[in-house]
């Protein structure tokens, strides 16, 4: 009993030090989700920021008139109310990052679509196509929106007001870039270069949560991997101390 005392008191150090090993995983983990998440925002916001208050421009740009304007805007509405109708359903169905996963994707099939319109022939009435392209705002609002606030309540589920002013902010911050960038942006190389580079811009931010979130599941697994050897250590420590051997020993010393 007596050498068996070192033994146990070692074994009770490194599980403290693996608990704490572990508790620092779990709280980088939760700041790499918070990191990717607000990244997903600001994204979002630059992209929304660019398409919305640039639209109008554009299309006189390309030759259209009030009509047009008024015409992409009323598609815009008419998409955006049924998708923000069916947008909880669709969150608890595919899960929110995989929406907000998608949304990117959605925003750079919009801008290569609206570079594509840029370039088009002006005897096509290039203003007119924006109107195949612009459903795609209604979706990718509709969805974002709502796949923010249920991942915004996932990652700081204590402070639900906070994270709601701040996922807020953020998407505002993103719009005001996104607006300033693409103006200059536009004015350096024109609507389609800009709209190309924007849709590179969300290409490329996907591959970097890819990247972050990779890691991430590591550390994920290599947590849950280190708890299920302290569980299994802790139940042979116990089967141990059970042992009817150690009692007689001390007996014996006595």
Not at 4 to 20: G, Q, T, W
Request: aromatic share 10%; with cysteine; proline share 3%.
């Amino acid at each position: 009993g007596v050498a068996a005392a070192p033994r146990r008191r070692r074994r009770r150090r490194r599980d403290v030090m693996r608990r704490r090993s572990s508790s620092e995983a779990c709280d980088d983990l939760a700041v790499r989700r918070a990191l990717t998440f607000f990244g997903r925002v600001a994204t979002v916001g630059a992209g929304f920021g660019l398409a919305t208050n640039f639209l109008f421009v554009f299309i006189e740009a390309l030759g259209g008139g009030a009509d047009a304007c008024g015409a992409a805007l009323l598609v815009e509405c008419v998409v955006e109310v049924p998708v923000m109708y069916v947008a909880d359903d669709v969150v608890r169905r595919f899960g929110a990052v995989r929406v907000i996963d998608a949304v990117h994707l959605l925003y750079a099939a919009r801008f290569v679509a609206y570079a594509l319109v840029a370039r088009a022939p002006r005897s096509w009435a290039p203003f007119y196509l924006i109107l195949a392209v612009e459903p795609l705002h209604g979706v990718t609002f509709g969805l974002f929106y709502a796949a923010g606030v249920t991942t915004a309540r996932s990652v700081f589920p204590d402070a639900p007001t906070f994270i709601q002013g701040l996922f807020t902010a953020c998407f505002t911050a993103g719009s005001a870039g996104g607006t300033v960038l693409g103006g200059a942006l536009v004015k350096r190389f024109g609507f389609s270069a800009a709209f190309v580079l924007f849709a590179t811009l969300f290409l490329g931010v996907q591959l970097v949560i890819a990247v972050l979130e990779g890691g991430g599941a590591l550390v994920r697994r290599s947590s849950e991997t280190m708890a299920r050897r302290r569980r299994r250590r802790r139940t042979g420590a116990d089967d141990y101390a059970a042992l009817p051997g150690d009692g007689d020993d001390s007996d014996d010393d006595d």
